[in-house]
């Protein structure tokens, strides 16, 4: 089932949650949130998905995927004549990173309490402790990454035979990461006659493998794919000097909106978030080699508004989602076309407007032609350097210059440009539901081990 309106954009004649048969008290938990009509991607799987199918759903980040695979578990769940036991889930979510693993609970955890089922959450790159009590005190609905549920289950905290859903989510990630044997090993310790619901922005062989061994009969549905630029995007090559380079990033950077820059390099994103901060930009950086809680910290000021600015690596190109994201700019090109897609999803969201700036050096300019031409999208070129009157008009005039924190200070207490803007933008992945920031927990990576210590995972 083909679809065409734009990811996360609700179709004029979009039915009601209600009118899909989504029970009462979640319908009411979801328009106290102010959603009562369905984004495609739920429209589209929800009257399957409730009456118990397999379901393989195709969607970019942010077209409403959570609510699409977080309604019918909790529903399924809450219908069964099963009861909760300690250690014993009955719903598995499986994600490929920690802070995605944050963000769907936060979308899934009141939908199952308006039910009166008990959601939580496990992952690697932080103590295992608090994990293994909530699953001692028996849990519904468990979000996990891979790597920290194989360890638990290896230590006999975790059991995966009373999981009668199991959901895959970013499907494809899971395979970029590495992740498929781990998967794979996951859904062969849940019982074979459980539901399972897989979505992915795209369907490559690896997760075609996957559909084809552990989904019966699945019904398919699709919205649009990763590999197609929602029409209100736009994309700017930027051709720039060498030595001009700095300074046509801090002229992007220096807007009212809010922006994220892409670099290649985690030294590059707290380098450049250093640099920003100092010259009047307060800019926090995310990536692999900050703490769980620097991460989550980054996110939050980032989303509320205490900054603008996020400078990262491609760890935050799949699965975070804040509000109203402006500008997205890769400071360094990606390798490929793929990850260059999954960047410039950042912004023009849940059908809001958003513009996609690559700078090009001159020796750059054969491969980002072919970065460009493999992601079909059609840019505008232009030569530019810092002051010209193309980078005005892109980024509108300049907000004030903020005095920049100490330099302890620069990633744990980032400099306020402004009163706090309303929390309801710290991330929805369809632009519906509220949530927190990304990166991996490999199997042999950031898994807890033993008395509940976590090793912190560089990504």
Known sequence: MQNHTPAGATAPDAPTFRALGVPTPIARELD?????????????????????????????????????FGIPTVVRIAGSSSRREPLRPRGLVLVPTRELANQVLASIEPLAASMGLRA?????????????????????VLVATPGRLEDLIDQKLCDLGAVEVTVLDEADHMSDMGFLPAVKRLLDKTPKKGQRMLFSATMDNDVDVLVKRYLSNPLTHSVDSAAAAPPAMSHHLLNVAAADKAAVIRELASGHGRAVLFTRTKHAAKKLAKQLTASGIPTVDLHGNLSQNARERNLAAFSSGEVRVLAATDIAARGIHVDDVELVIHVDPPSEHKAYLHRSGRTARAGAAGAVVTLVTPEQKKDVATLVRLAKVSPTTLSVRAGSEE????????????????????????????????RSGSGSRSGQQPRSGGSPDRRGGSRGRGRGRGRSQAA
């Open 120 to 140: 939580t959450v496990v992952f690697g790159g932080v103590r295992q402790g608090a994990q293994v009590a909530a699953l001692r005190k028996g849990v519904d």
């Open 32 to 68: 106290n949130r102010g959603l009562e009509t369905a984004f495609p991607i739920q429209a589209a799987t929800l009257p399957t998905t409730l009456a118990g199918r397999d379901v393989l759903g195709r969607g970019r980040t942010g077209s409403g995927k959570t609510l699409a």
């Open 391 to 422: 980078l005005r008009r892109l980024v509108g005039p300049p907000a004030p210059k903020v005095e920049a924190p100490s330099p302890a200070a620069t990633t744990q207490q980032p400099a306020r440009t402004g009163p706090r803007r309303p």
